[in-house]
């Protein structure tokens, strides 16, 4: 889906994170691998699977080496994180315990503990300049701060672009990791959140957090 109803940020597939105008504050730097060109997460038969359980239902991650491709979370069963999996990457690969660092970390994070994931190295499908700041905005929100779609597009350079942000928003692949859930809609309402428990499992996040609000 395309991130921007805005032809400008359209049909662009750049690999690198780009930095807000304005100087922003800390953080606005997505960690991901260096490719030549955007790797696709369909057919990636390397990946590796881990499917697991924790305070908020079960997860799954899926990457290969230290490189992660896609976290789901909010799911009832192992069962449904595999069928998630089989339908966004397709990918073969068995299931294992890879990379227990990210694992235990979302596992620690369900608990309550405030976890700081911004160390993990995320590889991204392609994307525009416009989506890049949005992610990188995004990733460098504190633990129990929360932004809105309006104040987040007016951080990354374009006020008016709300509804844009969301749309990134409903497509991100790293929840948690790349925290959605602490941006919020308008008027500081919950939004929408895609996962299989939605805006509830949204809800419990934040909660959890104790999040504060900034911007409006």
Known sequence: MDCSPDSEFANYSGDCIGQPSGGQRRGFTLKSSIHSKPVSFRGESEDNIRIFPTEIGWMGI?????????VLVGHPSAASVRKAIKQRSQTSAA?????????????????????????????????????????????????????????????????????????????????IVIPCHRVLAAGHRLGGYTSPAGTDLKQRLLQMENAIVVGS
Not at 62 to 70: H, P
């Open 62 to 70: 899926v990457g290969s080496a230290n490189l992660v491709r896609s």
């Open 95 to 175: 299931e294992s315990d890879w990379h227990p660092e990210l694992r235990e970390a979302l596992q620690d994070y369900a608990l309550g503990k405030p976890v700081d994931f911004a160390g993990f190295q995320l590889q991204l499908p392609p994307r525009t300049p416009f989506r890049d700041l949005v992610l990188a905005a995004t990733r460098s929100l504190n633990y129990g701060e929360t932004t809105t779609y309006g104040e987040l597009a007016r951080r990354v350079g374009h006020p008016g672009a709300a509804r844009a942000v969301g749309t990134v928003m409903s497509t991100n692949r790293f929840p």
